[in-house]
Structure formats: C-alpha cells, structure tokens
C-alpha cells in the first residue's frame, strides 16, 4: 500500500500544470477551456485526496522521499511528502472547496478578457499547489517553500485588477506583513538546524527530549510568529481585511482552504513541541483570544459585505490558535475543517450579492434581495446560522468543542470566548438583515437587473450550504445523544505524543451541557436581536459617533501603525536617501568627478600655442629635477 501513496506527488503536481497550461498558453486559449482545465485539475487532484484519505483511514501513513533537496557533510534535507491522518484531511478541504471556488469562478469571472481569465485561473492552480505542498511536506523546509508559495499566489491574486493602485497597496500590504512573519519561521527552522541537525518532523519530533525548556520555548514562539503573519493574528492581522481588493472567489480561497489555516496547520503538526512549551502555549491563547475579541467588535460596524467577513475570518481564526493554544488540537483542526465550509459559502455568496448587485459591495444600499435571490438567500442563512453557532450546523460543534476546552483550562478563557460568539452572531445576522430583508435601498437601475446567479455559482452554494449543515456531525461528543467523535479518533495518531504527556482535567457532562446551553442561548439572544434591529433597516446619512465611530475606523490600527511604524521608516529611508546617498556617497563619487573635471579644465590652459610659455615651463622642469637631484 504504500508503494500506492508513494505517488502521492501526482495531487499537488496536477494544479501545477493547470497553471502552468494556463499561464503559457494564456494567449492562445478560450475563456472555456482556460476554466475547464483549471478546474479540472483540482478535481483530479481532490479524487486522488479521497482515494489517499481511504488508505489513511484504513491505517496506512507513509513518508515518500523524492531526491535530496539539501545534501552537504553537515545537513540533509530531503524533498520528502508525509501523508497521515492531518496531511490527508487538508487534502480534502483544500482541493473539495478549491475545486468549488473554481467552479465558482468561471461565472463569477466571466467579464475578463481571455488573457486575464487563463492568467486568473493558472494563479489559482498555483495558489493550490503552493497550499498543498505546504501541508503535505514532511520536513520544515518543503512546508517552507509552500508557505512562500501562497504568500506570493496571495500577493498576485490580491492585486489581479492591478490597475487600480488602491488594490496594489493591498497586496504589497500582504506581501510586507506576511514577510515579517515568514522571518521568524526562517529563524526556528535555523535554530531546530543547530541544535538538531535536523528539520524532519519524525526526527524533530522523536528528539525534542534533547531540546531544553529555553530552546523549545524560542523555536515555538518563532513559529508563532510566522503563524500570525500567515493566519492574521495581532499584530499581523491588518492585511487579511484589506485583502478584500482580489476578485471574491480569490477572498474565499484565501479565508477558506489554503492561506490562512497554514498556521493553524503548522502549530497542530507541531503540536508536541508547543505541548512542552507552556509559555508558548500561553501566547497561542492569548493572542488568539485576544484578536477574536477585537476582530469581531470591529466587524460589528463594518458596511462593506466582504469586510465583514474578513473580520469575521480574523475572528474565527483567533477562536481556532485558543484551541491550539489550550491544547485542544482537534478542536482546532475540527473548526478549520467546519470553517472552511461555512466561509467559503459565506463569500460566494457574497459575491453572488455583489454579481447581483453589478459590484456594490455596500450593504447599506442592499436590502429587500431575499425575493430575487432565492438560492442564495437559502444557502447564506445556513451559512450564518453555522457560523453562529446553531445546532446541529456545523460551527456549533467545532466552536464548543474549543469553548470547552477553554473552559477547562481557565474559566476567563470561556467568558471571553462566548462574548465573542455572542458578537459572531450580531455581526451576520446584521449582514443577513440588512442584505436580505426589509425593503430594497439600491438604484433603480440596480433592482431592474437583480437577479438570481447562474448554476455555475448556485450550485457550489448548494453544496457547501449541505456541508455547513452536517459537515459538523464527524465531531459529535459522546456527550451530546451518545455520540462518538469520529474526527478525533482519525486524528488521534497525530496528536497521541501530546496526548500522552497533558494532563486533561476531567469534566462532568452536566458542565457539559451548561457550557452548551450558556453558549447558545447567548448566541441566539444576539442573532434575534440583530435580526429585529435590523430587518427592516433604514438608510441614514447620520455618521456614527463615540465607539461606533471608532469601530467603524477599525480601532485605528492601521493609523497607529501609519504613525509609529510606517511614517518613522519613512523618515529613516529618506535621511538615508537625500543625506546619506546623494548628499554624502553621491556627493563624494560627484565631487571626484568635478575636481577632475576642473582640473583638466586648468591643465589645458597651459598649452596655449605661446612659445614663451613653453621655454619658461622647460626651465622651470629643469630647475625640478637639479633640485630633486641634489637632495636625493
């Protein structure tokens, strides 16, 4: 069998040659067939990631290795793919929901010229293949390179429509802040060579024995901070909402399957080293915690639908490093699964607002659309009652399980975490209102031409709205009727070592059940009074003020890191460059030049055609040498 999963290269390998088909042949192939093989490809690729997540489920895991990457006296470093239970599930929901997005996307894209639609499309295929050599690297340096391939992919889709300078800002905004991060995973990788000789996670793992306290605390928090550039947690999260500027199907790759669960990714595959770093852990939480509160009261008053949703991501995603920062790895795996789901629908319906609503992106113009759009209407309530935490949806099961781990670790954990959940439900049911219900606020013009979206978008609305349904009944606890948590007996192999050395308090299923209670019932207080508060909402040219104002300005974030970052480096680069270079090296190097110059100038004076001059010269160089003669 696993000479079988030996060909595991063939998944990430088929997206690369979508993009590269559609990237050189650009020029030359229909907006049909550019949309038909970059899909395809991930549709293939998904086929391959059940047949592989059969065999795994089965017990079979295996480590193949390709050729050397990196072979010198000291290091070796081999282009080696893992598939277990972790890599396998990540196949699914990066080529299942890339291979939906896809499909989205020949509608939703269908305006471009044929140029732009392949180029769009080989993108797309290269966002993936990044992603999916990123989870299925067996050693920190393939994940590394995948990791560099999505910040780069994010960069080229952010700004696809790069004629607008606005949607350029944005993606060197990703690029920077992604950097930052990227550099402390650079370091850990650095440190676990030096201390290791070795970055293979079987190795690293079954060696962290031979790491001390010190050693594993810093190469930890290294890696958080790359995590916290990839997956926008404080302070690197400011560039996730401005990502918004890319075409929306690209909004709910980046939020959905691939980029931002990349540092989720790496801290649940690195599990065991955070298990014996408690500070780190610590930090996890906290930080994770900490950016779920302050993304959702920032989504709170956001009007453009996308930027709600990004802030909704950033939300989630906080939710999700609490789970890994509490210990409770599966839930956090189990939430970017549910996630993945209900958030990728949530875009594309988005989008199938926006398509509807010929680009406005303002909810306050929306309103009334439940009639005209029926479908998308349905799907995206499913959506926000999965992202609320509803029963049975999907996010009801993942966010209480990381509630509940939370709780177990510190009861404050828990109060925060719920408030946050109470504010997940404000914040969509606000979007749902005013997009959906009440009277239409838009142009005429708009309302003559809303209409319902083409199969090619309803149909992926469908089944991601089936997967935000019952995609969180894999997770059930024996808790709720007697049930069994299949996603955490798969996973369990994973995270067995950390399992093994953590000391889980024990909790009764009375506390079970008034966690859940508590959780919901807070929830839904907020869902129907956002749904009463804004069902029939009316357009006000009134601006906000007080608190309102500043969440409406993101809690000035980015104009605080205008003024003590940017605007500083500003200041520093042009002192180096009008006073160190063209003052100081410039002047220099110029200065020579001009001396040369003036002196050549005089020199030529001396030869004037003046037969006086040139006997008095011959003396005067005849007196020269008598005298330098004599002394010598």
């Known amino acids: 069998m696993n000479n079988i999963l030996q060909l595991v290269w063939l998944i990430p390998l088929l997206p690369l040659v979508g993009f590269l088909i559609n990237g050189l042949g650009r020029k030359h192939l229909s907006k049909a067939l550019s949309g038909f093989i970059g899909s395809a490809v991930i549709f293939l690729s998904f086929a391959m990631s059940v047949w592989v997540f059969i065999q795994v489920k089965d017990g079979n895991t295996h480590v193949a290795h390709y050729f050397d990457f990196i072979n010198i006296a000291a290091l070796k470093i081999g282009f080696d793919l893992q598939v277990d239970q972790l890599s396998s599930l990540f196949l699914l929901i990066i080529t299942g929901v890339g291979f939906l997005i896809h499909v989205y996307s020949t509608a939703y894209m269908h305006d471009e010229e044929p140029q732009n639609f392949a180029k769009y499309f080989s993108f797309l ?34 700004g696809f429509w790069f004629t607008n300078n606005k949607f350029n800002a944005a993606a060197r905004k990703a690029f920077v802040m992604n950097r930052i991060g990227d550099l402390g995973f650079l370091l850990a990788i650095f440190w676990l060579v030096n201390k290791l000789g070795t970055v293979d996670f079987h190795n690293v793992f079954a060696s962290v024995g031979n790491l001390s306290t010190f050693d594993i605390t810093g190469i930890t928090l290294l890696l958080f901070v790359g995590a916290t550039g990839k997956s926008a947690q404080i302070p690197l999260y400011t560039w996730l909402p401005d990502a918004m500027a890319g075409p929306t199907p690209v909004s709910a790759l980046i939020h959905a399957a691939t980029m931002v669960t990349a540092g989720i990714y790496m801290i649940a595959r690195s599990n065991i080293l955070y298990t014996m770093a408690p500070v780190s852990q610590t930090v996890v939480a906290i930080t994770g915690l900490s950016t779920a509160i302050l993304a959702a009261t920032i989504a709170l008053k956001q009007n453009d639908i996308k930027k709600v949703l990004a802030y909704s991501t950033v939300s989630q995603l906080g939710y999700m490093f609490l789970g890994l920062g509490v210990g409770a790895y599966t839930g956090a795996v189990f939430h970017v699964m549910t996630h993945a789901f209900f958030k990728a629908l949530l875009f594309l319906g988005a989008g199938s607002v926006i398509h509807a609503m010929s680009g406005e992106q303002d909810m306050r113009n929306m309103g009334g659309l439940k009639k005209h759009m029926k479908i998308t209407h349905l799907t995206f309530l499913l959506g926000c009652l999965a992202i609320a935490g509803m029963p049975p949806f999907a996010g009801f099961f993942s966010k209480d399980e990381i509630l509940g781990a939370a709780f177990a670790k510190n009861p404050v954990y828990y109060g925060i975490g719920v408030a946050g959940a109470m504010m997940t439900a404000f914040y969509m049911f606000r979007l749902y209102a005013m997009t959906f219900l009440g009277k239409f606020r838009g142009t005429a013009d708009q309302e003559h031409h809303v209409h319902e ?180």
Request: net charge neutral.
């Open 125 to 158: 295929n290269l966002f993936v293949f990044s992603m999916l050599l990123l989870v299925l690297g067996a050693n920190y340096v393939i994940m590394f390179i995948g990791w560099e391939g999505v910040g780069l992919c994010s960069y080229l889709l952010i």
């Open 453 to 632: 979206s083409p199969k090619a978008i309803t149909i992926p609305l469908l089944i991601l709205a089936l997967l935000a349904v019952a995609g969180g009944w894999v997770g059930i606890p024996e808790v709720f009727l007697s049930g069994g948590h299949r996603l955490g007996e798969f996973l369990n192999p994973v995270f067995a070592q950390s399992d093994a050395i953590t000391i889980k308090p024990e909790m009764v299923h009375t506390t079970e059940y008034m966690l859940m209670v508590i959780s919901v019932a807070l929830a839904l207080v907020a869902l129907i009074y956002a749904w009463s508060r804004f069902s029939k909402y009316q357009k006000t040219a009134e601006p906000s003020t007080g608190l309102g104002n500043v969440l409406e300005n993101k809690w000035y974030v980015d104009e605080l890191y205008e003024a003590i970052i940017i605007k500083p480096v500003r200041a520093i680069a042009n002192f180096f460059n009008e006073v160190v270079e063209k003052k100081g090296i410039d002047g220099f190097v110029n200065g020579i030049g001009k001396a040369v110059n003036y002196g050549s100038r005089q020199v030529r004076l001396l030869q004037n055609g003046q037969v006086g001059l040139y006997v008095l010269m011959m003396v005067l160089g005849i007196l020269i040498l008598f005298i330098v003669q004599l002394f010598l």
